[in-house]
């Protein structure tokens, strides 16, 4: 059977550029699995239709910024000789889904949905919540579904959503009594530091509304004022006092990125993060010395990135084909589903051979 396969399906909301956050919270893991090629198909999916629920008054932010998530997504390795890469607006039977499995899902289920309720406060929509937006568990539903993704790497915060669509899933096959779709299973990052990394302000969550994420896209000069910009420890006045690296931003991202040879490269008077610390935390060790190391860590670590993106971005016409290609293909795949999908409601009218000679039959011993 089709769901025995191993199915992979991610994304992202093209609101934005995508920053170092969604680089180890999600991108690097996701070229890791491409690369392990431990599966039998993997899309990775722009929600721009998602985005739209709450950016419906700005679309040309949404137009403009699918094209800079496929060339982040290319910098860092994504490749769509090996993966489908497609835009979610495209693929047509993923809203037909939506409305199916809007009717198994209650208004009080979907206000009661953790995630649901942060976003909605978040966003201050109170009782203004457009209903599309409050909706997005159905329709996530219908992305993962229509793939019969069963491996979704998500993090943390996404877990609730995950669960609805799995009840979603059991719902649909109690009440058709087929076992059309596939339950789901969350796939979290594998590193603590992953689950979630602060902005460069020591905000908890580093995001593109807040304006405090290093992006992939940035340059080199960018990158370097943004680090010499880190929030450290407010107490670490001067070089000779002790400092904390408990909620320092700056040991956060080291211990995230820095590696050994780090350390041999740029920074040979400590043999390791840990002997880092240990001198930040005696005293003697300034915020300039260790936020200039961190700029060379991540320099290291975006150069080839960058590099990349150049490429792409004077081969845009190679980019906005990949897009389409990998559109039809998933189109295809989703089509698939949905025909399974209305067979099962048994709303497959026109293919329903049984039904049809049973009218004809009915309304012929009318005539007789």
Not at 154 to 168: C, K, N, T, Y
Not at 194 to 209: E, F, T, V, W, Y
Not at 210 to 232: H, P, R
Not at 271 to 292: M, P, R, S
């Amino acid at each position: 059977m089709e769901n025995q396969k191993k199915i992979i399906l991610t994304g992202d909301r093209p609101t934005g550029r995508l920053h170092i956050g969604h680089y180890v919270g999600s991108l690097k893991n996701r070229v890791l699995l491409q690369n392990k090629g431990d599966f039998d198909e993997m899309y990775v999916m722009i929600a721009d239709a998602q985005a739209l629920t709450d950016n419906y008054d700005n679309p040309g932010k949404i137009r403009e910024n699918i094209i800079e998530v496929a060339l982040d997504y290319l910098s860092v390795g994504l490749d769509p000789k090996k993966i489908t890469i497609f835009v979610q607006s495209q693929v047509s039977a993923l809203t037909e889904l939506t409305f199916f499995y809007s009717n198994l899902v209650t208004l009080a289920r979907l206000k009661r949905n953790p995630t649901v309720k942060s976003e909605i406060t978040m966003r201050g929509f109170e009782e203004s919540i457009p209903v599309g937006f409050l909706t997005y568990p159905i329709s996530q539903t219908a992305d993962i579904t229509a793939f019969k993704a069963n491996i979704i790497p998500v993090g943390i915060d996404q877990l609730p959503m995950i669960e609805q669509a799995r009840e979603i899933v059991r719902s649909f096959n109690k009440i058709y009594n087929k076992e059309v779709l596939v339950e789901p299973e969350a796939v979290l990052p594998t590193t603590k530091e992953a689950l979630r990394l602060p902005g460069i302000d020591g905000n908890q969550k580093m995001s593109k509304s807040l304006g405090n994420g290093i992006y992939l896209a940035d340059d080199s000069k960018t990158v370097k004022e943004k680090v010499m910009s880190m929030y450290t420890d407010p107490d670490h006045i001067h070089v000779t006092d002790p400092g904390k690296v408990e909620g320092n931003t700056v040991f956060t991202y080291l211990d995230v990125f820095a590696t050994k040879e780090d350390f041999t490269n740029f920074l040979r008077e400590y043999e390791n993060l840990d002997a880092l610390k240990a001198a930040y935390k005696k005293g003697g060790v300034g915020d300039v010395l260790i936020k200039k190391f961190l700029y060379n860590v991540l320099e290291r670590e975006l150069t080839p990135i960058r590099e990349k993106r150049k490429y792409y971005e004077s081969h845009i016409d190679e980019v906005y084909k990949m897009l389409e290609e990998g559109s039809n293909k998933a189109k295809e795949k989703a089509n698939k589903t949905l025909e399974e999908v209305k067979d099962a409601m048994r709303i497959n009218y026109f293919k329903d051979i049984d039904l049809i000679n049973k009218h004809i039959n009915k309304y012929k011993n009318h005539e007789d």
